[in-house]
Nanobody
Framework: QVQVVESGGGLVQAGGSLRLSCTAS????????MGWFRQAPGKEREGVSC????????LYADSVKGRFTMSADNGENMVYLQMNILKPEDTAMYYC????????????????????WGQGTQVTVSS
């Protein structure tokens, strides 16, 4: 059983920064591609970023390109989402998810493909 736990959310003013962290236990971390997703009230879940298990591939939603950076530390079973120049429209519950992948250089921004999910961490950006 893989358990996923996110942390690092909070309240920040527009233009500020936050770093989200995600750790997974219960399986070999290096077997999984990882993704960050978010969902605001009344809106559909959105893929924000993903990273392949090799770390060679990272993808970002157009809405966060140039502002967010996803990274991984497989040795520590951690992934991070550095969020800079935050905007009120970034306000959402942020979720970390894992998907087993045989392709070391693959990841996806489509949440339906992911197997394991955390409970989420709230990010609120005030204007």
């Amino acid at each position: 059983q893989v358990q996923v736990v996110e942390s690092g959310g909070g309240l920040v003013q527009a233009g500020g920064s936050l770093r989200l962290s995600c750790t997974a236990s219960g399986s070999s971390f290096g077997r999984y591609a990882m993704g960050w997703f978010r969902q605001a009230p009344g809106k559909e879940r959105e893929g924000v970023s993903c990273i392949s298990r090799s770390g060679r591939t990272t993808l970002y939603a157009d809405s966060v390109k140039g502002r967010f950076t996803m990274s991984a530390d497989n040795g520590e079973n951690m992934v991070y989402l550095q969020m800079n120049i935050l905007k009120p429209e970034d306000t959402a519950m942020y979720y970390c998810a894992l998907i087993y992948s045989s392709n070391a250089n693959w990841c996806s921004l489509f949440g339906k493909e992911y197997h394991y999910w955390g409970q989420g961490t709230q990010v609120t950006v005030s204007s």
